[in-house]
């Protein structure tokens, strides 16, 4: 079965600090990785994905992500949070075109 | 490309009437997902089509549960007889089911409050 941990459930950090947020996964095969961001009242909006190759991906907003598949994670970083980023965040895992599984997210806070 | 729509936003019922979701897809997508999400958690699928077929339901779709997508455009997700453990945000989302992206694109949803 296919699970995803996100094991911090919020976070705060001050504007422009850089940002890190945790996620394992559990795949019986080749993972197909992202990350998605929700904002209040929003839809999920896909800030990257990984399916093969380079091992660390850009996405937009200026968020990148890094494949490890020894630990299982593909962790979201940003050198630099802008106060726009708060929100809350979510790894997921699949397949292809299968079903996607999510995170239990992480709550990001951005103080001034 | 006008993305993905789903109506109504919000929904007010109340315990045991029934209850239909639209979601319109990206045009030409051939894959339609449904997810549910609640407070404080992820969206947990629930069931997706490619064109007309319905490929998987997840164990969380109880009988009351039933997803149509007639002609491989629009869809529908009726819950008959709703409980208050319905009450969440109901998500749609397409994808091309043909380019290698596999990204899914996810409409605003809807929300249901059963009282």
């Known amino acids: 079965a296919q699970s995803v941990t996100q094991p911090d459930i919020h976070i705060t950090v001050s504007e422009g600090a850089s940002l890190e947020l945790r996620c394992n996964y559990s795949?019986?095969?080749?993972?197909?990785l992202f990350w998605y961001v929700q904002s209040p009242g929003q839809g999920l909006q896909l800030l990257l994905k990984?399916?093969?190759?380079?091992?660390l991906v850009q996405g937009i907003k200026g968020f990148e992500a890094e494949f490890k598949r020894s630990q299982s994670s593909f962790n979201l970083r940003k050198p630099s949070v802008h106060w726009s980023d708060a929100a809350e965040y979510f790894c997921?895992?699949?397949?292809?075109?299968?079903?996607?599984?999510f995170g239990t997210g992480t709550k990001l806070q951005v103080i001034p | 490309d006008t993305g993905v729509s789903q109506n109504p936003r919000h929904k007010i019922t109340k315990r045991g009437q029934n209850v239909t979701f639209r979601c319109d897809p990206i045009s030409e997508h051939n894959r339609l997902y449904w997810y549910r999400q609640t407070l404080g958690q992820g969206p947990e699928f629930l069931t997706y089509?490619?064109?007309?077929?319905?490929?998987?339901k997840s164990r969380l779709l109880s009988d009351r549960f039933s997803a149509e997508r007639p002609k491989g455009s629009f869809s529908t997700l009726e819950i008959q007889r709703t409980e208050q453990g319905d009450s969440a945000m109901y998500l749609c989302?397409?994808?091309?089911?043909?380019?290698?992206?596999?990204?899914?694109?996810f409409g605003p949803g809807t929300r249901l409050t059963v009282t």
């Open positions: 089509f490619q064109n007309e077929a319905q490929l998987e």
């Open positions: 990984y399916f093969s190759g380079d091992t």
């Open positions: 795949y019986g095969a080749t993972p197909y």
């Open positions: 997921a895992v699949g397949g292809g075109y299968q079903k996607v599984t």
């Open positions: 989302a397409s994808s091309d089911g043909q380019g290698r992206t596999y990204e899914q694109y």
